[in-house]
C-alpha cells in the first residue's frame, strides 16, 4: 500500500538556518502530497502541497518540490524563526481511493534563538 | 466561516466506558475524515464518511469502533468499552468534494485519556 517516510526528528536549528526536512514516498498511483504543520495543542494545517511531478509548493518561506524521479518531496526553508519550532508531517493522497491522507511519522523542529 | 469544530477537547473516561466524540464540519463540507495519532505518532486513517453513508472504513478496527454522520448534526465516532491502547488524539478533518485540488481541513482534534 501507499506510504511516507520522513526523516526522524527531533531537529534542533538555530534562528537563521537553513531547514531540510527528507520525505519519500511509495504509492501504486499518481499521488498528491502535502505538508502539514502541528503547534502545540492544536490540528494539522496544510503548509503546502503539489498535484504533479515538478510542482514546487510554497507558502510563508518553506517551499517543497515533487519529484517523480526521486519520489521524494523535501521541505526546505532558507532562514528559520522560533516561531517555526513545530511538528511538521509530510503527507500523500491518491484521489482514486477517496483523498484519505497517508502520512509520515511526524518531524519535529526545535528553534533556538 | 467557522472551521471543523472538534468537541470535547479534552476526554477522559475510565476502562470498560463509552466515549463519543463529536466532529462539525466546515459549512458546506460534506465529506468528512477521522484520523487517529497514538503518542509520538503520526496521523492514521480511520474511517471517510460523507452524509449517511461510509465510504471507507478500512482503519477502523473491527470490534469496538463506530462512526456515523447523519443527515444532520455533527459526525460521531463513538468508542465502545474502551482500554488504555485508545488513549490518543483523535482529529476529524473535513472537505467539500474530492479531487486533486481539494483541501481537507482539521479540526483541533479531541485528546482521549482512559485511566
Known amino acids: 500500500g501507499d506510504s511516507v517516510t520522513q526523516m526522524e526528528g527531533p531537529v534542533t536549528l538555530s534562528e537563521e538556518a537553513f531547514l531540510t526536512i527528507n520525505c519519500t514516498y511509495t504509492?501504486?498511483?499518481?499521488?498528491?502530497l502535502f505538508w502539514y504543520v502541528q503547534y502545540p495543542g492544536e490540528g494539522l494545517q496544510l503548509l503546502l502541497k503539489?498535484?504533479?511531478?515538478?510542482d514546487k509548493g510554497s507558502n510563508k518561506g518553506f517551499e517543497a518540490t515533487y519529484r517523480k524521479e526521486t519520489t521524494s518531496f523535501h521541505l526546505e526553508k532558507g532562514s528559520v524563526q522560533v516561531s517555526d519550532s513545530a511538528v511538521y508531517f509530510c503527507?500523500?493522497?491518491?484521489?482514486?481511493?477517496?483523498?484519505?491522507?497517508?502520512f509520515g511519522a511526524g518531524t519535529i523542529l526545535r528553534v533556538k534563538s | 466561516n467557522a472551521g471543523v469544530m472538534q468537541n470535547p477537547r479534552h476526554l477522559v473516561r475510565r476502562r470498560g466506558q463509552e466515549a463519543r466524540l463529536r466532529c462539525s464540519p466546515m459549512?458546506?463540507?460534506?465529506?468528512v475524515y477521522w484520523y487517529r495519532q497514538l503518542p509520538e505518532e503520526g496521523l492514521k486513517f480511520m474511517v471517510y464518511l460523507q452524509k449517511e453513508n461510509i465510504i471507507d472504513e478500512s482503519g477502523m478496527p473491527k470490534e469496538r469502533f463506530s462512526a456515523e454522520f447523519p443527515k444532520e448534526g455533527p459526525s460521531i465516532l463513538r468508542i465502545q468499552q474502551v482500554v488504555r491502547g485508545d488513549s490518543a488524539a483523535y482529529f476529524c478533518?473535513?472537505?467539500?468534494?474530492?479531487?486533486?485540488?481539494?483541501?481537507?481541513?482539521f479540526g483541533q482534534g479531541t485528546r482521549l485519556t482512559v485511566v
Open positions: 503539489a498535484t504533479k511531478a515538478d
Open positions: 459549512k458546506g463540507h460534506s465529506h
Open positions: 504509492a501504486t498511483g499518481y499521488p498528491s
Open positions: 503527507a500523500l493522497s491518491d484521489p482514486s481511493s477517496g483523498n484519505k491522507l497517508v
Open positions: 478533518a473535513s472537505s467539500p468534494a474530492q479531487g486533486a485540488n481539494t483541501e481537507a481541513f
